[in-house]
């Protein structure tokens, strides 16, 4: 059992383990410690013989809004040791970035490789890094008022797990990566995004005992199961769009553009800069009120 104070807090009951990010003073954004604790959970999970399934949601009114491009205490690990050498002002290392990332990668993707059903839980944002995240997951459960999608394809960022085109397909892909549009839940459930719309009183309930309805199948054929799904989509490519995503995600985030953005923070604030960046699709925060 998981302290309150926790960033991700662990549960098992009755034949399941619920995952919950636990910063909702923050939407639940994404750090070091949150995505090393999902990670950890999800190996719990697996480990754990009372477990048949897994749910993974947010705590409060969000699942999460991405990475914290706000954070300044605590930073990412950096899984590639090499020796430092002196470097000039402004310099980007592609391999050290591409380890950077490739570690959330790998994280992310533990969700994926799990032998157990992880269903993932929408609610009020899943925005851009939170996106790498929930569609590796094997189900998705949405609130009818909430929204997904990847504002960063706008700037600053390209998907890492790049689950997008696998779970939509080539023209639903385009449309919403070429623009970052954010996809309401009717659109979500149209395109086959999510596999249940819920209103959103009734969402944990509904996730919870779809999850437990995992119970009455054997653990070995589930875990055959979901290995034979995933085996066609490793087959399509999945591994190699994954590992270019990465190394783009890092390109996107070093482009003359991308530093001028990011310096616009001090000049305009945070919050100023994400309004100018979705007004022009009235999206996000900057969708128009009823």
């Not at 048949?52 to 491009?69: E, K, N, P, Q």
């Not at 970052?180 to 979500?188: E, F, K, V």
């Amino acid at each position: 059992m998981s302290n309150a104070t926790d960033v991700v807090l662990y549960e098992e009951r009755e034949g399941i383990a619920i995952i919950a990010i636990n910063r909702p003073e923050k939407k639940n954004t994404l750090t070091e410690s949150v995505v090393a604790g999902i990670a950890d959970g999800i190996d719990k999970a697996t480990r754990s013989k009372a477990v048949s399934a897994i749910v993974l949601r947010g705590v409060g009114d969000t699942f999460t809004a991405g990475y914290d491009l706000t954070q300044t205490g605590e930073s990412f690990d950096q899984p590639f040791g090499a020796p430092d050498i002196e470097t000039r002002e402004g310099a980007w290392d592609p391999v050290r970035d591409y380890y950077f990332m490739g570690n959330n990668v790998r994280r992310f993707m533990s969700i994926w490789e799990c032998p157990k059903p992880v269903l993932g839980e929408v609610k009020g944002w899943a925005i851009g890094g939170a996106t790498d995240l929930v569609l590796c997951c094997d189900l998705l459960f949405m609130a009818s008022d909430a929204h997904i999608g990847y504002a960063p394809s706008r700037i600053y960022g390209t998907p890492t797990t790049m689950m997008w085109v696998y779970r939509l397909g080539l023209e639903h892909a385009k449309q919403f990566l070429l623009t970052g549009r954010a996809i309401d839940a009717d659109t979500a459930y149209r395109i086959g995004l999510v596999s249940q719309v819920v209103e959103p009183s009734m969402l944990a309930s509904a996730i919870e005992t779809e999850a437990k309805r995992f119970t009455n199948i054997p653990a070995n054929q589930l875990a055959l199961n979901k290995l034979l799904i995933n085996q066609t989509f490793e087959n399509m490519g999945l591994r190699t769009s994954q590992m270019l995503g990465t190394f783009f995600d890092g390109m996107t985030r070093h482009t003359e553009e991308a530093y001028q953005w990011v310096e616009s923070f001090q000049e305009k604030g945070f919050r100023q800069v994400i309004r100018e960046r979705d007004k022009p699709w009235q999206d996000y925060g900057e969708k128009p009120k009823d």
